[in-house]
Nanobody, 125 residues
Framework: QVQLAESGGGLVQAGGSLRLSCAASGGTFSRSVVGWFRQVPGKKRELVCTINWSGASSYCSNSVRGRFMISRDNAKTTLYLQMNSLKSEDTAIYYC??????????????????WGQGTQVTISS
């Protein structure tokens, strides 16, 4: 059983930066794809970035590419999301997720089977 715990969310001004962390315990973190999703009320959860088991391959959505960077430290079983040049539209609850596969799947939440509780990110304009 994998447990995921996000941290690092908060309130920041537009143009600022935040770094989210997701600590994993149990399971097979180091052999699994992991990713970040976000959700705002009334909308579907959307993929932000995802990274394969080794960290050699990653993908970020068009809306954040060039501003956000995903990374992982398998020795620490921790996933990170460095968010720069934040915009008001980045305001959301951010979730980390682990998938059963080792390679990057499709950009759908049903491709991931374990989820954290989420951390709120609020960008003020």
């Amino acid at each position: 059983q994998v447990q995921l715990a996000e941290s690092g969310g908060g309130l920041v001004q537009a143009g600022g930066s935040l770094r989210l962390s997701c600590a994993a315990s149990g399971g097979t973190f180091s052999r699994s794809v992991v990713g970040w999703f976000r959700q705002v009320p009334g909308k579907k959860r959307e993929l932000v970035c995802t990274i394969n088991w080794s960290g050699a391959s990653s993908y970020c959505s068009n809306s954040v590419r060039g501003r956000f960077m995903i990374s992982r430290d398998n020795a620490k079983t921790t996933l990170y999301l460095q968010m720069n040049s934040l915009k008001s539209e980045d305001t959301a609850i951010y979730y980390c997720a682990k998938g059963p596969a080792s390679v990057i799947p499709g950009p759908y939440d049903y491709d991931y089977d374990y989820w954290g509780q989420g951390t709120q990110v609020t960008i003020s304009s």
